[in-house]
T-cell receptor, first 114, second 112 residues
Framework: KAGVTQTPRYLIKTRGQQVTLSCSPI?????VSWYQQTPGQGLQFLFE???????NKGNFPGRFSGRQFSNSRSEMNVSTLELGDSALYLC?????????????FGPGTRLTVL | SQELEQSPQSLIVQEGKNLTINCTSS?????LYWYKQKYGEGLIFLMM?????EEKSHEKITAKLDEKKQQSSLHITASQPSHAGIYLC????????????FGKGTHLIIQP
């Protein structure tokens, strides 16, 4: 089975712009979770989607949003980018709901905000 | 909120030596995950522990969850260069809510 894929792998944006990241889960997995990883804060949970519905959300501002499609693929959007949004964004998929089931991670999208 | 403390923060070990990484939680662990990350890349799933006293092994890596379910250890036997990377423990808060909470990671360097 193919693993979790994320596109693009690298992205450079300027402050104020918006960005959309994509995640394709492992075939058959219905849950997709997004995490932000920075040197200072480490890995932090953004949100989880299961069967096209947002199930859980971490402590991030409303500029961070996402959605999930009927084929379980997920997108994450960040509007009005700030310098502090520079990070590695990781998505993880699992068969069932979120952290109750083993999450398998993609390679990440490295976002740099200038 | 649940916090995970990993120790040590970094570790330099000579190739062939054994090592242990610890993960301590401020609250009861319902599920404890160990992942490995190469710098700037995604996380590779290693093991998941759920029951107090549980121990799992894969190749030269053994993970244990203590009886009280508030601490886990990861032990590597006869370390190899391929073991180098960042080891992260992640905890399930229970009920499948709010994603996994992660420790800050342990940076492992293997010296030849």
């Amino acid at each position: 089975k193919a693993g979790v894929t994320q596109t693009p792998r690298y992205l450079i944006k300027t402050r104020g712009q918006q960005v959309t990241l994509s995640c394709s889960p492992i075939s058959g997995h219905r849950s997709v979770s997004w995490y932000q990883q920075t040197p200072g804060q480490g890995l932090q949970f953004l949100f989880e989607y299961f069967s096209e519905t947002q199930r859980n959300k971490g402590n991030f501002p409303g500029r961070f949003s996402g959605r999930q499609f009927s084929n379980s693929r997920s997108e994450m959007n960040v509007s009005t980018l700030e310098l502090g949004d520079s990070a590695l964004y990781l998505c993880a998929s699992s068969h069932d709901r979120g952290s109750a089931d083993t999450q398998y991670f993609g390679p990440g999208t490295r976002l740099t905000v200038l | 909120s649940q916090e995970l403390e990993q120790s040590p923060q970094s570790l330099i070990v000579q190739e062939g030596k054994n090592l242990t990484i610890n993960c301590t939680s401020s609250k009861t662990l319902y599920g404890l995950y160990w992942y490995k990350q190469k710098y700037g890349e995604g996380l590779i799933f290693l093991m998941m522990l759920q029951k107090g006293g549980e121990e799992k092994s894969h190749e030269k890596i053994t993970a244990k969850l203590d009886e009280k379910k508030q601490q886990s250890s990861l032990h590597i036997t006869a370390s190899q260069p391929s073991h180098a990377g960042i080891y992260l423990c992640g905890a399930d808060k229970g009920g499948g809510a709010d994603g996994l909470t992660f420790g800050k990671g342990t940076h492992l360097i293997i010296q030849p």
